[in-house]
């Protein structure tokens, strides 16, 4: 799974939610749990660009994206670090660099720390002794780093509140 990798298919269907459509105040559900659209940011990487969407949940904020045509969420990583190897160690396995690059934040839809025209480098990391998950280290230009837990993700419907 990369950041590289978003494409987007055709329309909304069960379980695959046209993000594009989002906006904040929507409500998307999956495993019984409702969750409030926030805010909406696109990024943009030569001729592609695509939405990642903030969901919160009681105080709880996660995002979504298409990976590759998967739908991935991701939860706030804990406190890890890259190390100069380009590996990452958490709970006992060795996470490498699968995909690198630069992204450019295009526009903004809601609440976010984030403008039009800001850059984030990123890695994300992989480890065949887990492969439901993954990990991402953004790095911003004004030197905040997150870190994420990706996985696969279903919702199970969209509720537009417009």
Known sequence: MSLLGRLFG???SAGRPDLDTLA?????????????????VYYRM????WPSVQ???DGRTVW????EDALARYDPGPDLHLAKDGTVAWEGRLYTVEDAGTATVSRVVGPVDVSAGDRVRYHTLTSP????????????????VE???GRSWTVGSVTRRR
């Open 129 to 144: 002794d887990d492969s439901e998950r993954w990990i991402t280290v953004e790095s911003w230009d004004s030197g905040y």
């Open 64 to 67: 979504i994206s298409y990976e």
């Open 55 to 57: 969901l919160e949940r």
């Open 147 to 149: 870190i994420s837990i």
């Open 10 to 12: 055709g329309g909304e």
């Open 46 to 49: 030569e001729d592609n660009e």
């Open 24 to 40: 904040p105040g929507d409500e998307v559900s999956a495993a019984r749990e409702a969750w409030t659209v926030r805010a909406i």
